[in-house]
């Protein structure tokens, strides 16, 4: 049985710089591979201190949403700050979510085991509750023992 909840969220929104995955959706070595190179090069380059410098809290995001038909990834932040040009705009919407907490010793770590257990797991055993897409996100939320803590956020619906 997975450890989950179901929470009750207010709307939010998050300013995220994005990248398109173009691995097909069932190579998860592939978009794994995809999503690390993006938080490398989003951290070489100064665009996710500039997110954190912004941000209202220490959370990072780590979103995953269907633009266009495209499978886009981003690095985010709340923030009521002005977002860079790049920077996409991302309603998460207010209602019920599957939430599945962690910890891991890297970020990737701990969105590679959380997206597997909220997709794998929680999502199938919350029978009355149905995922119909829209973004999710894995949410780092700091440091404790030397490893990295957050939670993976899925808005659901009622069947």
């Known amino acids: 049985m997975a450890l989950f909840t179901l929470e009750q969220k207010e709307g939010f929104t998050v300013i995220g710089l994005g990248t398109e995955l173009k691995s097909h959706y069932t190579d998860y070595a592939g978009i794994n591979q995809e999503k690390a190179d993006f938080w490398q090069q989003v951290s070489q380059d100064g665009r996710l201190d500039h997110l954190k410098e912004i941000a209202t809290n220490d959370y990072i995001f780590a979103v995953n949403e269907a633009v266009n038909n495209k499978m886009m990834h981003y690095a985010g932040v709340i923030t009521d700050q002005v977002a860079p040009d790049e920077a996409r705009i991302i309603q998460f919407p207010a209602g019920d979510y599957v939430v599945v907490k962690g910890e891991a010793e890297t970020a990737d770590?701990?969105?590679?085991?959380?997206?597997?257990?909220?997709?794998?797991?929680?999502?199938?055993?919350?029978?009355?509750?149905?995922?119909v897409g829209g973004p999710n996100t894995t949410v780092e939320m700091g440091w404790k023992n030397g490893q990295i803590y957050g939670e993976?956020?899925?808005?659901?619906?009622k069947k």
């Open 109 to 131: 770590e701990l969105n590679n085991t959380l997206s597997g257990i909220a997709f794998g797991q929680a999502l199938p055993e919350a029978v009355e509750y149905a995922y």
């Open 152 to 157: 993976m956020w899925i808005p659901v619906v």
